[in-house]
């Protein structure tokens, strides 16, 4: 089993929807998470941390559900600007260890 | 956000050569910075944990005589892809941490390095 899994999408959404992606890990000692949006031949850049609180950032919300083992990404009122691969990150062991998603893409269509 | 830097932005080399990437940190000191690669339509795959000061950790399956890293400063890591085949052709793309004191520490990524190997 993968450390951290996602679908791979595409997930094709009208301009104005909400959608959200989920991503799970594996290792319960998983200690910090965080989603990364990436567009086409770009490199990744930080969308927000994932707090076990829950956290929300304009339209965007993220979650941590540590018992089942999996964080969302939540966007409201989706824009074409939004279309991107969203990647979760799992990070243990004192942040030596990294693991990327495969990451989840994402079309908004108008 | 903190800015990271990489150079070159592209590469084309033949079969054989070697070739060496730098990743900057520009206005924060990165202790540990991440090398990944990244295969088309897949994901970034970590490649190595450079610590400065120390021999970079490589994952599972990376060559580390074949990738040389080196984080000679708080602010410079390199990556050398030493006698480059064309399945070294990649995007390659570095990471910086920033950590401050009392917060959640945070990756900045290079704007990456396409390796073209003929």
């Known amino acids: 089993r993968k450390e951290v899994e996602q679908d791979p999408g595409p997930f094709n959404v009208p301009e104005g929807a909400t959608v959200a992606f989920n991503c799970t890990y594996s290792n319960s000692a998983s200690q910090s998470f965080f989603w990364y949006r990436q567009d086409c031949r770009k490199e990744p850049k930080l969308l927000m941390s994932?707090?076990?609180s829950g956290n929300e950032d304009g339209r965007f919300t993220a979650q941590l559900n540590r018992a089942s083992q999996y964080i969302s990404l939540l966007i409201r009122d989706s824009k074409l600007s939004d279309s991107a691969t969203y990647l979760c990150v799992v990070i243990r062991g004192g942040y030596q260890k990294v693991t990327f998603g495969t990451g989840t893409k994402l079309q908004v269509i108008p | 956000g903190a800015v990271v830097s990489q150079h070159p932005s592209w590469v084309i080399c033949k079969s054989g050569t070697s070739v060496k990437i730098e990743c900057r940190s520009l206005?924060?000191?990165?202790?540990?910075m991440f090398w990944y690669r990244q295969f088309p339509k897949q994901s970034l795959m970590l490649m190595a944990t450079?610590?400065?000061?120390?021999?970079?950790?490589?994952e599972q399956g990376v060559e580390k005589d074949k990738f040389l890293i080196n984080h000679a400063s708080l602010t410079l890591s390199t990556l050398t892809v030493t006698s480059a085949h064309p399945e070294d052709s990649s995007f390659y793309i570095c990471s910086a941490r920033e950590g401050i004191s009392g917060t959640t520490p945070t990756q900045y990524f290079g704007p990456g390095t396409r390796l073209l190997v003929l």
């Open positions: 994932v707090y076990s």
């Open positions: 206005d924060f000191q990165a202790t540990t």
């Open positions: 450079s610590n400065e000061g120390s021999k970079a950790t490589y």
